[in-house]
């Protein structure tokens, strides 16, 4: 029974195909990295350290301040994070398919 649902529906998909377009929100991410990456962003990475360093030593725990300095680099790279996994396309998962075939067939 569940041999002939699951054939049924693969069977039964249609194609999807993935927009490329839709500039709709691009302005809003150009403002976001902006900030992010501008000096808005430098001054609240900045805070987050001095936070954290704070909290280290009213703590006596070296673990606020990593938190801290771990927040403030998060945040500077997390726009460039979003464009490197948005961005991948199926050239790259070709090349990384031909080279792990042969590998697996040697093993």
Not at 74 to 95: D, F, V
Not at 96 to 107: C, D, F, M, R
């Amino acid at each position: 029974m569940k041999f002939g649902v699951a054939l049924i529906v693969t069977l039964a998909a249609s194609q999807a195909m993935a927009g490329t377009g839709g500039d709709s929100f691009d302005s809003i991410w150009v403002t976001l990295t902006d900030w992010m990456q501008g000096t808005l962003g430098r001054v609240v990475a900045g805070s987050m350290v001095l936070v954290g360093i704070v909290s280290g030593i009213v703590r006596q725990s070296i673990m606020s301040f990593a938190t801290g300095v771990g927040g403030g680099v998060g945040l500077y790279n997390t726009p460039t994070i979003i464009e490197s996994i948005m961005t991948a396309t199926l050239p790259a998962a070709h090349s990384l398919a031909t080279t792990a075939v042969p590998l697996a067939n040697q093993i």
